[in-house]
């Protein structure tokens, strides 16, 4: 079974600065891919960025890139300038390409963005 | 185009009841997929459906069940409610197939409250 582990609970960041949030993941899966989602408070889950397992480039959106390291197991979620409308809960997911759309999640950071 | 919708947003119950969540999909999207959140346990993977058939189911009890209707629409039913499934219930819908694979589509979830 896959695990996703989100080793740090709550982060915050001043506004315009840049965050790192951490995430690790333990699969024997070769295919498969990687999510951030981002809950903010009392609204809904959205999507931030989708990395390919296969693909050695790391994913960018806008102000949100990741750092994929296959070999360590290791999938880093880069905010640069940070925005009040940052501030929300942001999960580390996994889904293995034959897994049909069981997605797993990480137990989530709190990040809060001050201003 | 609509979002994911869910019903109700809110409900209580009391021990031993049952109760019935409703998700209708975004218009397209044949894959419905039910997580249980939770501030301990985080977001956990209840069941997914396709085409009216579950194709994955996630370690909850048999007291949870789920269905889907041809239009898509998903509902999902626990019995013998117990104060341990007092959560969010989030429903999210997906293209589920190549490029679209694992990116969910949230509903705003029902917050069920057992008494």
């Known amino acids: 079974a896959q695990t996703v582990t989100q080793s740090q609970p709550e982060m915050s960041v001043q506004e315009a600065e840049t965050v790192t949030l951490s995430c690790t993941y333990d699969t024997s899966e070769n295919n498969y891919y990687l999510f951030w989602y981002k809950q903010p408070p009392s609204r809904q889950m959205i999507l931030v960025i989708r990395?390919?397992?296969?693909?050695?480039q790391n994913a960018t959106e806008n102000r949100f890139s990741v750092n994929f390291q296959k070999a360590a197991k290791s999938f880093s979620l880069k905010i640069s300038d940070s925005q009040l409308g940052d501030t929300a809960m942001y999960f580390c997911a996994f889904l293995d390409s034959g897994g049909y759309q069981k997605v797993t999640f990480g137990t989530g950071t709190k990040l809060q963005v001050i201003p | 185009k609509a979002g994911v919708t869910q019903t109700p947003r809110y409900l209580i119950k009391t021990r031993g009841q049952q109760v019935t969540l409703s998700c209708s999909p975004i218009?397209?999207?044949?894959?419905v997929s039910w997580y249980q959140q939770t501030p301990g346990q985080g977001l956990q993977f209840l069941f997914e459906y396709f085409s009216e058939t579950q194709r994955n189911k996630g370690n909850f009890p048999g007291r949870f069940s789920g269905r889907q209707f041809s239009n898509s629409r998903s509902e999902m039913n626990v019995s013998t409610l117990e104060l341990g499934d007092s959560a969010l219930y989030l429903c999210?819908?997906?293209?589920?197939?190549?490029?679209?694979?694992?990116?969910?589509?949230f509903g705003e979830g029902s917050r069920l409250t057992v008494l």
């Open positions: 990395q390919e397992a296969y693909k050695q």
């Open positions: 999210a819908s997906s293209l589920a197939s190549g490029r679209a694979a694992g990116e969910l589509f």
């Open positions: 218009s397209g999207h044949r894959s």
